[in-house]
């Protein structure tokens, strides 16, 4: 298991623009996936290879998570191994302290660990940095509190820094609020595994429900027991948990990127890794380029996508309540599409790694575009359908945040001057996106 990029990225990413993006690219793996197998082998407690997981930096905080908690970690090509020690550790110098984790920005890994500790035994300190500070739990840690578990806050109300007491969580019965995240109920679920007794989780509502689809789906996979119960009441059932080898599928999230840029440009270029009926929700993403005017097409387990036919790209009306990661993505894209595109039910994209709705509507203002934003929604024309968009240079702030700047390089390839600042945080989930997009437009991209 080796990271992808071999130098380091420059301070600066000037994209070039006026090229198509072509060839064929096979896209990294699901980060949705290898956080929830990491996570179930944390609950399962016994050896596990996982193979071709994501290797990017959220991906590898959950890795030191895992030591942390007792595991051997061994990294090789394309696989890691996961054997925990005899018994759980004792958390903390002599088994007397808490032993703390820490999350950077990883929301997936906090909101899940959160729930996990419960059942773990020790004493358990979790923090990440500032902005992680800043994304609520308070929804999942009632939920849990509501079952017996012991969770302190040692900070703000709702929020990191929290102190867990682990083999807390009891059985029962529990209401969840899960409209902020799909995250609160999938954690909640994943750590209901190892309840001393049957959980039942009522929801009073829920966004991204593919994410929910994707957990089921992992977790029947390690001999999990999860039934639904009507569209808002789930029963977990106490299961042993064991597997000894998983595979991760590629991400649909990241290879909306390398799509949208064949559309966007007129090129074509083909995916590879992806699974067609595959649980994660980001697949829909084809759908809406191809309702825009794109061509997409299948040839065995290889997706090829094709910009340039018709007219161009057409603004569209979506509810991206159930793919919010692909919020930034159709954004950069609206400006060249004739027409609107009106982008709604979004609201928890202002609790993401940043508030991605002013995070886009703030940056493709400063490149020139017309932008409309609203609570829980984007309008945006596509000025720049028939006319030339234009061509000062703009430097792009992606927030600290991995989909602002892929979905701004998406820009640039039409709009010229455009700079990304901070180009590393793609490292989060696409650390070779750089590298990628520099083949599919044939040059590269240095200053």
């Given at each position: 298991?080796?990271?992808?990029?071999?130098?380091?990225?420059?301070?600066?990413?000037?994209?070039?623009?006026?090229?198509?993006?072509?060839?064929?690219?096979?896209?990294?793996?699901?980060?949705?996936?290898?956080?929830?197998?990491?996570?179930?082998?944390?609950?399962?407690?016994?050896?596990?290879?996982?193979?071709?997981?994501?290797?990017?930096?959220?991906?590898?905080?959950?890795?030191?998570?895992?030591?942390?908690?007792?595991?051997?970690?061994?990294?090789?090509?394309?696989?890691?191994?996961?054997?925990?020690?005899?018994?759980?550790?004792?958390?903390?110098?002599?088994?007397?302290?808490?032993?703390?984790?820490?999350?950077?920005?990883?929301?997936?890994?906090?909101?899940?660990?959160?729930?996990?500790?419960?059942?773990?035994?020790?004493?358990?300190?979790?923090?990440?940095?500032?902005?992680?500070?800043?994304?609520?739990?308070?929804?999942?840690?009632?939920?849990?509190?509501?079952?017996?578990?012991?969770?302190?806050?040692?900070?703000?109300?709702?929020?990191?820094?929290?102190?867990?007491?682990?083999?807390?969580?009891?059985?029962?019965?529990?209401?969840?609020?899960?409209?902020?995240?799909?995250?609160?109920?999938?954690?909640?679920?994943?750590?209901?595994?190892?309840?001393?007794?049957?959980?039942?989780?009522?929801?009073?509502?829920?966004?991204?429900?593919?994410?929910?689809?994707?957990?089921?789906?992992?977790?029947?996979?390690?001999?999990?027991?999860?039934?639904?119960?009507?569209?808002?009441?789930?029963?977990?059932?106490?299961?042993?948990?064991?597997?000894?080898?998983?595979?991760?599928?590629?991400?649909?999230?990241?290879?909306?990127?390398?799509?949208?840029?064949?559309?966007?440009?007129?090129?074509?270029?083909?995916?590879?890794?992806?699974?067609?009926?595959?649980?994660?929700?980001?697949?829909?993403?084809?759908?809406?380029?191809?309702?825009?005017?794109?061509?997409?097409?299948?040839?065995?387990?290889?997706?090829?996508?094709?910009?340039?036919?018709?007219?161009?790209?057409?603004?569209?009306?979506?509810?991206?309540?159930?793919?919010?990661?692909?919020?930034?993505?159709?954004?950069?894209?609206?400006?060249?599409?004739?027409?609107?595109?009106?982008?709604?039910?979004?609201?928890?994209?202002?609790?993401?790694?940043?508030?991605?709705?002013?995070?886009?509507?703030?940056?493709?203002?400063?490149?020139?575009?017309?932008?409309?934003?609203?609570?829980?929604?984007?309008?945006?024309?596509?000025?720049?359908?028939?006319?030339?968009?234009?061509?000062?240079?703009?430097?792009?702030?992606?927030?600290?945040?991995?989909?602002?700047?892929?979905?701004?390089?998406?820009?640039?390839?039409?709009?010229?001057?455009?700079?990304?600042?901070?180009?590393?945080?793609?490292?989060?989930s696409y650390p070779g996106f750089w590298r990628d997009l520099e083949g599919l437009l044939g040059r590269p991209l240095t200053p």
């Open positions: 298991m080796t990271d992808s990029p071999s130098t380091s990225p420059p301070e600066e990413k000037p994209i070039p623009s006026g090229l198509r993006a072509q060839g064929r690219l096979r896209v990294p793996s699901s980060k949705s996936l290898t956080h929830r197998y990491f996570n179930l082998a944390v609950l399962a407690r016994a050896p596990i290879v996982v193979e071709n997981p994501l290797v990017a930096e959220d991906t590898r905080l959950f890795l030191q998570a895992l030591s942390r908690l007792g595991f051997r970690v061994t990294e090789e090509e394309g696989r890691v191994r996961l054997e925990p020690a005899a018994s759980s550790p004792p958390p903390g110098e002599g088994g007397k302290g808490e032993t703390e984790i820490f999350c950077g920005n990883a929301g997936t890994m906090l909101r899940f660990l959160v729930a996990t500790l419960t059942v773990v035994p020790g004493l358990w300190r979790l923090d990440g940095v500032p902005r992680l500070r800043e994304r609520p739990v308070r929804p999942l840690v009632d939920a849990l509190r509501r079952l017996g578990a012991r969770i302190e806050y040692l900070g703000a109300e709702g929020y990191v820094p929290l102190r867990l007491h682990g083999s807390t969580l009891g059985a029962g019965t529990t209401v969840l609020d899960a409209g902020e995240s799909s995250q609160y109920l999938s954690a909640l679920l994943m750590a209901a595994l190892r309840a001393p007794g049957p959980v039942t989780v009522e929801v009073q509502s829920l966004t991204s429900r593919p994410y929910v689809d994707v957990t089921l789906g992992v977790a029947a996979a390690f001999g999990g027991r999860i039934e639904e119960d009507g569209p808002s009441t789930y029963r977990v059932w106490p299961s042993a948990l064991d597997v000894p080898r998983v595979a991760v599928e590629g991400d649909w999230s990241a290879a909306a990127y390398p799509a949208a840029a064949a559309a966007l440009t007129g090129g074509k270029v083909a995916l590879q890794g992806l699974v067609r009926d595959s649980r994660q929700g980001d697949r829909g993403f084809l759908a809406l380029l191809a309702e825009m005017g794109a061509g997409v097409s299948w040839s065995g387990d290889e997706v090829t996508i094709e910009g340039g036919r018709g007219e161009g790209l057409r603004g569209i009306e979506a509810d991206l309540s159930s793919m919010p990661d692909q919020v930034p993505t159709l954004a950069a894209l609206a400006p060249f599409a004739r027409g609107t595109t009106h982008i709604f039910n979004v609201a928890h994209l202002r609790i993401k790694e940043s508030d991605r709705l002013d995070a886009m509507a703030g940056e493709l203002r400063k490149a020139g575009a017309t932008v409309e934003e609203g609570p829980d929604w984007l309008r945006i024309p596509g000025i720049w359908a028939d006319g030339p968009p234009p061509t000062d240079p703009v430097r792009i702030d992606p927030r600290g945040d991995h989909r602002i700047a892929m979905s701004l390089a998406l820009v640039g390839l039409r709009r010229a001057g455009i700079v990304i600042t901070a180009p590393e945080v793609v490292g989060k």
